[in-house]
């Protein structure tokens, strides 16, 4: 199976502020690499797709990058509403391997 | 719009077995791949399982693999998820996602809002 890590695993930041969350697969992913953003009590929202697609509706403050086995998601600058929980996952090869998260909280 | 409303959750003993409803509307449901995801309490997610359009391509987490089963039914815009031999490692919500991709690698665009399985005695 195929591993995926996130780093941070939270970060503290205020609002302006420029956030960048990183994935790495454990082997190459090509560019099958997904984006989503959950909120408390809440089911994940699909934010970027195949690592740097925004999805249709998503605020263009959000931009992924990467490709092969290293990716990036940045917020450009934070809004209120953008203190989540961010997850990283890999669509290349079964089972579809989600990353353990990125807590975005107020600073 | 696209809606997904899952169903059948609730509280079972160890051991004993439960099935999920999703219900789809707002999109041609035979058109596109459905999933399973789970999220233990506290817990990041976990895919479960897949089923392609024509209940094809079936493939599980082997952490379910023998003892939970995808199915579909297209004619009732309906997923499904029979789960037998429940432990308690499999307390969590469980999410339905629309996939959408190629090739079978697929994304979800859309979720619905969860049902909660709980195993305990």
């Known amino acids: 199976d195929i591993q995926m890590t996130q780093s941070p695993s939270s970060l503290s930041a205020s609002v302006g502020d420029r956030v960048t969350i990183t994935c790495r697969a454990s082997?190459?992913?090509?560019?099958?690499l997904t984006w989503y953003q959950q909120k408390p009590g809440k089911a994940p929202k699909l934010l970027i797709y195949?690592?740097?697609s925004l999805q249709s509706g998503v605020s263009s403050r959000f931009s992924g990058g990467g490709s092969g086995t290293d990716f990036t998601l940045t917020i450009s600058s934070l809004q209120p509403e953008d203190f989540a929980t961010y997850y990283c996952?890999?669509?290349?090869?079964?089972?579809?391997?989600f990353g353990p998260g990125t807590k975005v909280d107020i600073k | 719009e696209v809606q997904l409303v899952e169903s059948g959750g609730g509280l079972v003993q160890p051991g004993r077995s439960l099935r999920l409803s999703c219900a789809a509307s707002?999109?041609?449901?035979?058109?596109?791949?459905m999933y399973w995801v789970r999220q233990g309490p506290g817990k990041g997610l976990e895919w479960v399982a897949g089923?392609?359009?024509?209940?094809?391509?079936?493939d599980y987490a082997d952490s379910v693999k023998g003892r939970f089963t995808i199915s579909r039914d297209n004619a009732k815009n309906s997923l499904y998820l029979q789960m037998n031999s429940l432990g308690a490692e499999d307390t969590a919500f469980y999410y339905c996602?629309?996939?959408?991709?190629?090739?079978?690698?697929?994304?979800?665009?859309?979720w619905g809002q969860g049902t909660l399985v709980t195993v305990s005695s």
């Open positions: 996602a629309k996939g959408i991709g190629s090739a079978g690698r697929d994304w979800f665009d859309s």
């Open positions: 996952q890999q669509s290349y090869s079964t089972p579809f391997t």
């Open positions: 082997e190459t992913i090509r560019s099958y």
């Open positions: 707002g999109f041609n449901f035979d058109d596109y791949a």
């Open positions: 089923i392609g359009w024509n209940s094809g391509g079936i």
């Open positions: 195949v690592a740097s």
